[in-house]
């Protein structure tokens, strides 16, 4: 997302109807890592009537937020989901290894 995407995606968040759902796909992407967290948590705080679903592969983002549902998309394979709701505090082990491995390829040449 572009700086100008969240200053849009801001200014909808702010001027969106009351009691709305707002559903932010990757909102860590060009947004340097040392403001992200303040910048949603503001919008949040701005608008509480309104429901933030954050859909992102960024670990700290999501333990940031330490008192929300998280829920963990583990599969889909075009038709089902498997999913799990994460319970504790503590993102699950198998969760941190595969993002800890996302990106990673072998040799091109």
């Known amino acids: 997302m572009p700086d100008h995407e969240f200053l849009y995606l801001s200014a909808q968040a702010l ?3 009351k009691d709305k759902v707002l559903i932010i796909d990757e909102p860590e992407v060009y947004l340097h890592c040392s403001i992200l967290n303040r910048l949603w948590k503001k919008l949040e705080l701005c608008r509480p009537d309104c429901l933030f679903i954050y859909i992102t592969r960024d670990l700290q983002f999501a333990t940031a937020h330490g008192d929300v549902d998280k829920i963990w998309i583990k599969v889909f394979d075009g038709v089902h989901w498997a999913f799990k709701k994460v319970v504790s505090e503590e993102l699950p082990e198998e969760l ?3 993002t ?4 990673a390829v072998g040799s091109l040449t």
């Open 100 to 103: 800890e491995h996302i990106g």
């Open 96 to 98: 941190e290894v595969m």
């Open 15 to 17: 001027c969106v109807p």
